[in-house]
């Protein structure tokens, strides 16, 4: 996939105790929080019979796995 933006580290302070202690969770995002849109891009043809939609919902799929990771780790 050719990014059509620069990464960048976000971070945000843990729930709880953890937070209250300064422990933070950390991942890297699209700059503009464009990541949504260059998921959602087809893929160019990497080979004969190459199923670029399939490729385009694994894509969509990691990214909400990705964020809901992210989610996960706050808690």
Do not use: W
Not at 29 to 50: K, T
Request: hydrophobic share 40%.
């Amino acid at each position: 996939m050719t990014l059509r933006n620069d990464v960048q580290f976000f971070f945000a302070r843990k729930a709880g105790t953890a937070g209250r202690n300064g422990n933070t969770i950390g991942t890297l995002i699209c700059q503009n929080f464009g990541c949504s849109a260059n998921v959602r891009r087809l893929p160019p043809l990497a080979y004969e019979g190459y199923d670029r939609e399939l490729a385009r919902e694994m894509r969509m799929l990691r990214l909400r796995e990705h964020v809901a990771g992210f989610i996960a780790g706050l808690g």
